[in-house]
C-alpha cells in the first residue's frame, strides 16, 4: 500500500533558527512530490520535485527529493512567525489517476 | 479572478440528515477531488473525477456520493451512512489527471451532532 510519512510531527522553534522538514515515501510508479503550506484553510503550494538531486528554491525555503533514499526535505531559514502553518507532503503516482497520497503533516510552530 | 471556493466555510447538521457540500471553480480544471481532513492524518481522498460526467472512489468513499454534472462543479454530498462526517471537507482542483498540481479550495468545517 502506498504511503508517505513525513517527521517530526509538530516542532517549536524560535525566529530566526532554521528548521528541516522529512518526508518518506511508499508510492507504487512515483511521478512527483509535492509540498504545500496549510495555515487554516485551503493548502498553498510550494514545490513539486521529480528529478532527484536538484533543489527547488523559493525565498528562503527550498526542498530537495532524494530518489535512492526515497525521501525529501523541505527546509526553511531565518523562520519568521508567518512560516508557523502545517506543512504537508504529498507523492504522486500509481497510475493515470492523478491521485496524490498525503503525509500526516509537520506542524511548524515560531515563536517570537 | 481565477480560483476554488466552497460553500458553506461552518456547517452544522443533526444527525441523520443528509448534507451537501459545494466545490465550484473557473480554472478550467479537468480533475477534481474531494479530500477529508483530520487533527493528525493528512488529507484523505474521498472521491475524485478526472472528467466531467464521470468520478471514481477513492480511499475512503463509504458514506459520500458525488455528482459531476458541470466541469466547473463537483458537490459532495456526506449521507447518514458516514459514521464519523464530522472533519474539514476540502475540494481540489488538478488542470488534467497528468498534471500534478493540485490547487485547493478553503475547505468547508462540517460539524454533526
Known amino acids: 500500500e502506498d504511503k508517505v510519512v513525513q517527521s517530526p510531527l509538530s516542532l517549536v522553534v524560535h525566529e530566526g533558527d532554521t528548521v528541516t522538514l522529512n518526508c518518506s515515501y511508499e508510492?507504487?510508479?512515483?511521478?512527483?512530490l509535492l509540498w504545500y503550506k496549510q495555515e487554516k484553510k485551503a493548502p498553498t503550494f510550494l514545490f513539486m520535485l521529480?528529478?532527484?538531486?536538484i533543489e527547488k528554491k523559493s525565498g528562503r525555503l527550498s526542498s530537495i527529493l532524494d530518489k535512492k533514499e526515497l525521501s525529501s526535505i523541505l527546509n526553511i531559514t531565518a523562520t519568521q512567525t508567518g512560516d508557523s502553518a502545517i506543512y504537508l507532503c504529498?507523492?504522486?503516482?500509481?497510475?493515470?489517476?492523478?491521485?496524490?497520497?498525503f503525509g500526516q503533516g509537520t506542524t511548524l510552530q515560531v515563536k517570537p | 479572478d481565477g480560483g476554488i471556493t466552497q460553500s458553506p466555510k461552518y456547517l452544522f447538521r443533526k444527525e441523520g440528515q443528509n448534507v451537501t457540500l459545494s466545490c465550484e471553480q473557473n480554472?478550467?480544471?479537468?480533475?477534481m477531488y474531494w479530500y477529508r481532513q483530520d487533527p493528525g492524518q493528512g488529507l484523505r481522498l474521498i472521491y475524485y473525477?478526472?472528467?466531467?460526467?464521470?468520478?471514481q472512489k477513492g480511499d475512503i468513499a463509504e458514506g459520500y456520493s458525488v455528482s459531476r454534472e458541470k466541469k466547473e462543479s463537483f458537490p459532495l454530498t456526506v449521507t447518514s451512512a458516514q459514521k464519523n462526517p464530522t472533519a474539514f471537507y476540502l475540494c481540489?482542483?488538478?488542470?488534467?489527471?497528468?498534471?500534478?498540481?493540485?490547487?485547493f479550495g478553503p475547505g468547508t468545517r462540517l460539524t454533526v451532532t
Open positions: 481540489a482542483s488538478q488542470k488534467t489527471w497528468d498534471i500534478h498540481e493540485q490547487y
Open positions: 521529480t528529478s532527484s538531486g
Open positions: 508510492v507504487t510508479n512515483f511521478r512527483s
Open positions: 473525477s478526472q472528467i466531467v460526467n464521470d468520478f
Open positions: 504529498a507523492g504522486h503516482g500509481s497510475g493515470n489517476t492523478g491521485k496524490l497520497i
Open positions: 480554472l478550467n480544471h479537468d480533475a
